[in-house]
Structures are given as C-alpha cells and as structure tokens.
Nanobody, 116 residues
Framework: QVQLVESGGGLVQPGGSLRLSCAAS????????MGWSRQAPGKERELVAG???????NYADSAKGRFTISKDDAKNTVYLQMNSLKSEDTAVYYC??????????WGQGTQVTVSS
C-alpha cells in the first residue's frame, strides 16, 4: 500500500510563496495521475493541480499562472510551487495518487494559511 506524506505547508503573507512536497513510499507501482486538492473550512474539497506519468499537467482556474506542479520520478515526489498566494488559498492541501489498479490514495494533508 502506498503512503503519501506531504510537507511544506505553513503561514505566509499575501503575495508570498510556498512549495509543497508529496513523497510516496511503500508499494510503488505505476500511477496514472498524482496531484493536489485542497479543502477550505466549510467548503468541499477541490482539485488544484494534477500531473500524469508522462508529465502532462492540468490546473484549476484559480491556480493557473500562479501554481506549478512538477515531479521527481527518482524521488517518487510531487511538488506544488505556489506563488502570489492569496487569502483565499488558505486551506488544507492534500496530495493524491491514482494507481493503475485500485482506489485513489490520499495523504494526511498539510495546512496552508495565507494571512498578514
């Protein structure tokens, strides 16, 4: 079973930057997509960005132009570089992984707070 461990969250001022990391360990197998979702208080979880095995990416409209998703296959790690952060980006950010076989796996989440 794959474990996903997020890191890199924290408190940042509006306009600042953070880089989130998601390290996958355990039974590593081919995946279809890895990515990030977020959930703000009182709101549903929403997709932020995803990346395929071949490196194709997709972003929520709210993330386009500010966030960049990337991966390091050698480290089994996916990153989310977040720039020009806004207060509305405040949420718990969850890493996910869609394997070729089996259900989506989720990390435990990392808190991102954008506030002055």
């Amino acid at each position: 079973q794959v474990q996903l461990v997020e890191s890199g969250g924290g408190l940042v001022q509006p306009g600042g930057s953070l880089r989130l990391s998601c390290a996958a360990s355990g039974s590593i197998s081919s995946f279809i997509t890895m990515g990030w979702s977020r959930q703000a208080p009182g709101k549903e979880r929403e997709l932020v960005a995803g990346i395929t095995r071949s490196g194709g990416t997709n972003y929520a409209d709210s993330a386009k132009g500010r966030f960049t998703i990337s991966k390091d296959d050698a480290k089994n790690t996916v990153y989310l570089q977040m720039n020009s952060l806004k207060s509305e980006d405040t949420a718990v950010y969850y890493c996910y992984r869609d394997p070729q076989i089996g259900p989506r796996a989720w990390g435990q989440g990392t808190q991102v707070t954008v506030s002055s």
